[in-house]
């Protein structure tokens, strides 16, 4: 599938030697004051640092075909294409090279670009970042931030899975995008370098400000839709909500998120009532808050990772992500050639030594997109939402 979103849409074409990127967003709300710059800046950030990242570097100068006019969304579908122009094709031989797509593709298809990875390479998701950048132009609106940084290379690792948001603010201003140990990160990537070889790494990705009742119930529940949209990034290994697995070593006692309380007018606030609820029809009441003003639950431990079944509480969603090492490396390794027979090859090329340099920004921007979408699901999840709509109540 090429298509992602329920009903904020976006759908990406385009190979990693082939003409062009692209993305095209549907459903997209008009009055949307778009930011070229932001987008620019994203696009910067998925190209990584110097040295340990690829050396191919290619200009993602953006070129805005539909939906913005005079600088404002106007509610028809966008689409934003990227020319490639620093692809090397002589690099790229007809051989199924390991751990990449290269044997399952030509499995399913037969047929297909084997330059760069085709279809499989990571140069789509710039893509992923330019709707990412239309996502949180949304999500500003609603004061949500997301953000994602390091916070592991190989055997080194941060403790822990929640990290503030000026800790993740203050990753962005390093080299590395990483939420401490940089040095430590630089020199595990420079050491695999050195060695034709790659390393693996984590990713911490944070959304802040979501208020309680984002994510739909069951089968296209908020948690599920992150982990389905990660894991749909190259080279994903793993998901983790929350405190994750180490969930599986507790006892409910001590992993029980205790409430501590509910909020709902705290300083940053939006003034939005799409939340407001008709006391009079629920079993529950805003007695002791405001039902203009969205909540926010809070809890002890947050294990859960600001969502319960599914719907966001109100507390900071965190979410963890693991990558294995960059399958092309320089040493010679048993591949398959375009007979089927096993033969002993080295590959050549440019390559990211460790993919998580510049999976950050990817991962950022598909939780503000996967936001952006259940904040526009929501409203119409019930009839007050629509009155407020349409009858201004
Ligand atoms: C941001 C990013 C950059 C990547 N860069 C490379 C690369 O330079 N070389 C490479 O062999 N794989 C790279 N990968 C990983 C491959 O695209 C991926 O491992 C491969 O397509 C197989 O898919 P899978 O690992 O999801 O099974 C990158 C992945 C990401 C997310």
Redesign the pocket.
């Known amino acids: 599938m090429n298509s992602f979103g329920t009903f904020l849409k976006f759908s990406t074409f385009g190979e990693s030697h082939g003409k062009a990127i692209g993305v095209l967003i549907d459903n997209y709300p008009a009055g949307i004051k778009i930011d070229i710059d932001y987008i620019n800046l994203l696009l910067k950030r998925?190209q990584g640092g110097g040295a340990l990242s690829?050396p191919?570097k290619e200009a993602d100068e953006i070129n805005i075909l539909s939906g913005v006019f005079n600088g404002v969304s106007t509610g028809a579908s966008i689409c934003v294409i990227v020319e490639n122009n620093n692809a090397r094709s002589k690099d790229y031989k007809e051989i199924f090279?390991p751990?990449?797509?290269d044997f399952s593709y030509f499995a399913k298809y037969e047929n297909f670009d084997y330059r760069g990875?085709g279809r499989?390479?990571?140069r789509e998701?710039v893509a992923r970042v330019i709707a990412g950048a239309f996502a949180d132009f949304i999500l500003k609106e609603f004061n949500i931030r997301t953000y994602a940084s390091l916070c592991a290379v190989g055997g080194i690792s941060l403790d822990g899975f929640k990290f503030s948001e000026s800790e993740y603010q203050k990753a962005l201003s390093e080299d590395l995008n990483a939420l401490g140990f940089v040095s430590m990160f630089i020199d595990e990537i420079t050491r695999a370098k050195k060695q034709h070889d790659s390393v693996g790494a984590s990713i911490s990705v944070a959304a802040f400000g979501v208020f309680a009742g984002l994510g739909e119930t069951l089968y296209d529940k908020l948690d599920a839709k992150i982990a389905s949209a990660f894991m749909g990034?190259?080279?994903?290994?793993a998901v983790e909500i929350g405190a994750g697995k180490d969930l599986a070593k507790m006892n409910g006692s001590v992993a029980n998120d205790e409430f501590l309380c509910v909020t709902n007018c705290e300083k940053k606030q939006i003034n939005s009532n799409i939340f407001k609820t008709n006391t009079q029809i629920s079993n529950f009441s805003y007695a002791n808050a405001n039902p203009k003003k969205p909540l926010f639950l809070h809890t002890k431990n947050n294990f859960s990772g600001g969502i319960m079944g599914g719907i966001s509480t109100g507390e900071t969603i965190y979410i963890k992500v693991h990558?294995?090492p960059?399958?092309?490396i320089f040493k010679e390794q048993s591949m398959i050639n375009k007979n089927l027979k096993i033969v002993k090859d080295t590959l050549v090329g440019?390559?990211?030594p460790c993919?998580g340099v510049?999976?950050c920004v990817?991962l950022k921007s598909m939780l503000s997109f996967i936001l952006a979408d259940f904040l526009m699901l929501n409203s119409c999840a019930k009839i007050e939402n629509l009155k407020k709509i349409y009858k201004g109540e």
């Open positions: 998925r690829t191919r090279r751990a990449h797509a990875g499989s390479s990571a998701s990034l190259n080279a994903v290994k990558f294995k960059t399958p092309s440019r390559h990211d993919v510049r999976a990817i």
